[in-house]
């Protein structure tokens, strides 16, 4: 079991950028591949970034490449989303989740591949 808390987001101008936080807590986050999702007002829950458990290797939807960045420290049990030059269609709530790693994906990009949720925390980009 892991329990997810996100941080960070805001409202920003387009072109601005904002850095997501999402804690974690247990002894065991380096066993968690990591992603991160987001959900507009009337759209489904969207695929953005996801990170392996060493982090070696990610994954980005093509909207965001080039633009945002997932790392992590698994010393500190948090992932970070680096989101640059930001879009009004990033605007959304924004979801931290976790991947027990039994699956055959090392960076899912599908919901249903994780286990863990955090609460969201909304982003609003204004034009």
């Known amino acids: 079991q892991v329990q997810l808390v996100e941080s960070g987001g805001g409202l920003v101008q387009a072109g601005g950028s904002l850095r997501l936080s999402c804690a974690a807590s247990?002894?065991?986050?380096?066993?968690?591949?990591m992603g991160w999702f987001r959900q507009a007002p009337g759209k489904e829950r969207e695929f953005v970034a996801a990170i392996s458990r060493s982090g070696g290797d990610t994954d980005y939807v093509d909207s965001v490449k080039g633009r945002f960045t997932i790392s992590r420290v698994n010393a500190k049990n948090t992932v970070y989303l680096q989101m640059n030059s930001l879009k009004p269609e990033d605007t959304a709530v924004y979801y931290c989740a976790a991947d027990n790693g039994l699956g055959p994906f090392v960076v899912p990009s599908s919901a249903s591949n994780y286990d863990f949720w955090g609460q969201g925390t909304q982003v609003t980009v204004s034009s």
């Open positions: 247990g002894r065991t986050f380096s066993r968690y591949n």
